[in-house]
């Protein structure tokens, strides 16, 4: 069966690192001093230092804007319809930074196949259409849209990728992921655990090259699992003012139980070198690490995309997938995974030679 390859990565953030800003913004809106000292101390704890977004942060005090533009005023944030509207310029322009910084310009007519994964927006013709076009790409390029799935696309869109690999050795996939999770912030400044989800996300774009020719990352096999009783601890629904997302604080604790008896099946009976796990959060990443013993620089790569740029939903595996490439010194066998809304647990192996 031939081997699928991940070439080469491109990523992008927007030029606007938003984090300290929209602490600011929130921290400022909380009424009670209690839950505005637990809110403080959280965010202390969440070993994030810079989030991007598409959104320009607005001068202090930040009593009623979180942004230059008003976008996000105190008492009328935007319509879903507001929000999409934004989406569609934003993300194509985005996308295209990754595939800039992929360097597709002696690829492009060889590319046979576009897979585009987001859960942050939706247009028709869609991001795959607007991309095949801006990219220069083949009006017979067969594309494909991974959408709704969250923070797990980036396994899915890559299995898909080795499939067709496998199934038509000459193909060429360009796979790209794109969010931007700053489009939807919710209104709920008094809900403190609400709050804090909004504390880890931001906009982030990652673009790869998937093919037969050796080089980068060789991908191994995938294994898909969903965690008993918990299909109601990540939720993702489309409201009349966005998309709204339900993390529930319950879900590391659920992962660090299930993994000690779960994951060596996902594992695939190897003993990996290399760690890609989806930086989801500060306790997500204790409690992978915690469950399956792992050694405190086994996720080095992830707590680094996550202090660098928070959790961009599907883009974020991939931004771990790059630091490993661009590593010299990292070699041998990994394992990459993912969590995402079922409670769904997305695993594939690969290699670095």
């Not at 931001?202 to 008993?228: C, E, H, K, M, N």
């Not at 139980?257 to 003993?271: F, Q, Y």
Request: glycine share 8%.
């Amino acid at each position: 069966m031939t081997q699928a390859w991940l070439n080469r990565i491109g990523t992008a953030v927007p030029p606007h690192d938003i984090h300290a800003e929209f602490a600011d913004f929130a921290r400022s809106a909380i009424e009670d001093p209690h839950q505005r000292a637990l809110f403080d101390r959280m965010a202390a704890m969440a070993d994030i230092e810079h989030r991007y977004a598409i959104l320009e942060p607005g001068p202090k005090p930040r009593d009623r804007f979180l942004d230059a533009e008003g976008f996000y005023e105190r008492g009328a944030f935007p319509s879903t319809a507001a929000r999409m509207a934004r989406f569609q310029p934003e993300a194509l322009a985005l996308a295209m930074q990754a595939i800039a910084a992929l360097d597709i310009a002696d690829d492009r007519s060889r590319i046979t196949h576009l897979i585009v994964a987001s859960c942050t927006g939706f247009t028709a013709p869609g991001l795959d259409f607007q991309i095949m076009r801006a990219a220069g790409l083949s009006d017979r390029v067969e594309r494909t849209i991974v959408g709704f799935m969250g923070c797990f696309a980036a396994v899915n869109a890559l299995k898909l990728a080795r499939h067709i690999i496998r199934s038509e050795p000459e193909a060429v996939v360009l796979v790209v992921n794109l969010e931007l999770s700053s489009l939807h912030l919710q209104e709920q400044f008094q809900e403190i655990p609400k709050m804090l989800s909004f504390l880890l996300f931001g906009d982030g774009a990652s673009a790869g090259l998937v093919s037969a020719q050796p080089g980068g990352l060789a991908l191994g096999a995938f294994r898909t699992a969903v965690i008993p009783r918990s299909e109601d601890l990540i939720t993702w629904h489309i409201r009349d003012s966005g998309f709204e997302m339900h993390l529930s604080g319950q879900v590391p604790g659920r992962i660090r139980r299930w993994l000690p008896d779960h994951g060596p099946e996902l594992l695939a009976g190897l003993d990996p070198d290399l760690w890609a796990v989806h930086a989801g959060g500060r306790s997500i990443l204790d409690a992978v690490q915690q469950a399956l013993a792992l050694p405190p620089e086994a996720l080095r790569y992830s707590r680094a995309v996550l202090r660098d740029f928070g959790n961009m939903s599907s883009a974020t595996l991939v931004f771990v997938l790059d630091r490993i490439l661009r590593d010299p010194d990292a070699t041998g066998e990994g394992i990459a995974m993912a969590f995402g809304p079922g409670l769904t647990v997305e695993t594939f192996a690969f290699r670095r030679p």
